[in-house]
């Protein structure tokens, strides 16, 4: 495998743990990989930095209610009077040996777990059933799913019979040195004043006791950081990146910002 066949085309990633030796043994035996955690503290970008960096095209699919079988794997269409088959992104992976990436899965609809059952067991196979066609998947093919544990509910929950099929890690947000060294990466604010930023989101993570369903996401931190970035006041800046995004309530929000008045 050459790691670095396009430098320049690899986006920006700071691994936080070991995971990208872990996709990359994933890869290596054609396992497929379960991403775990919060929004906005990096799965995506991940996905996007090692499918760049093992040279394989990426297909991206964020899954959501309405999100069926046959839009992954395809579906006759009409097209100057004759039916055509078009393919779904997640076939159109397996026939290149791409990588298939559902962000969400836990939101898409039930018979896209049939679908992927035969795909991430031993037999790597896709039924395209309105074909007939049988695909077995190349060695290249590898299926990554994303899901937020914090989201779940008894409805939407990911059956341990399809999570037993995958290898899974945890995302969390990254230590501080290495969200300071991101947010400035992305937004361009210097690390002085990116340092307070990536403070405040600490200090919100580890409110308890708060009427907040997640902590502020490290994408959050980088809008807020661009906003500085192009002349805005610290103040609102945080308004609207951080304060109003992350809630609806009024008393949450001045705790917020209060929290803001001890870090600046
Ligand atoms: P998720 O898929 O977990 O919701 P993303 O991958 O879209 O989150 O991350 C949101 C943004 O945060 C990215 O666009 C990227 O700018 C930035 N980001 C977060 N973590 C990292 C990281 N470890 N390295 C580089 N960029 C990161």
């Known amino acids: ?8 085309a690899v986006p920006y ?19 497929p990989l379960l991403l ?5 503290c990096g799965k995506t970008r991940f996905i996007e930095h090692m499918a760049a960096r093992s040279g394989r095209k990426l297909y991206t699919v964020a899954c959501h209610d ?5 839009d992954l794997i395809g579906r006759y269409l009409l097209r100057g009077g004759e039916t055509e088959w078009v393919d779904g992104p997640l076939t159109r992976a397996v026939r290149e040996g791409a ?9 898409a609809r039930k018979d896209v777990t049939v679908v992927l059952h035969p795909l991430t067991d031993n037999r790597r ?15 290249g093919f590898m299926l990554v799913a994303s899901y937020n544990p914090g989201y779940q509910n008894v409805l939407k929950r990911m059956k341990p019979s399809t999570r037993q099929r995958f290898l ?28 307070p930023l990536v403070r405040l989101g600490g200090h919100i993570r580890n409110l308890s ?13 980088i809008y807020a950081a661009t906003l500085i970035a192009g002349g805005m006041g610290v103040d609102k800046a945080l308004e609207a990146a951080v304060i109003e995004p992350l809630s609806d309530d009024e008393d949450v929000q001045i705790a917020l910002r209060d929290l803001v008045t001890t870090v600046y």
Do not use: W
């Not at 309405?66 to 046959?70: E, F, N, P």
């Open 99 to 107: 990588i298939c990436y559902l962000d969400e899965v836990v939101e």
């Open 209 to 221: 006791g708060m009427d907040l369903e997640e902590g502020v996401s490290t994408r959050l931190l």
């Open 13 to 31: 990633y700071a691994a936080t743990g070991t995971e990208c030796a872990l996709f990359e043994a994933a890869q290596n035996n054609g396992l």
């Open 36 to 40: 775990k955690g919060p929004t906005g």
């Open 1 to 8: 495998m050459n790691l670095h066949a396009q430098p320049s």
């Open 168 to 195: 899974a890690i945890t995302f969390d947000f990254p230590k501080p040195e290495t969200e300071i060294a991101v947010v400035a990466q992305e937004s361009g604010l210097d690390v002085a004043r990116v340092t």
């Open 66 to 70: 309405d999100l069926s079988a046959a």
């Open 125 to 139: 196979t896709l039924m395209i059933d309105r074909t007939g066609e049988e695909l077995v998947a190349p060695p």
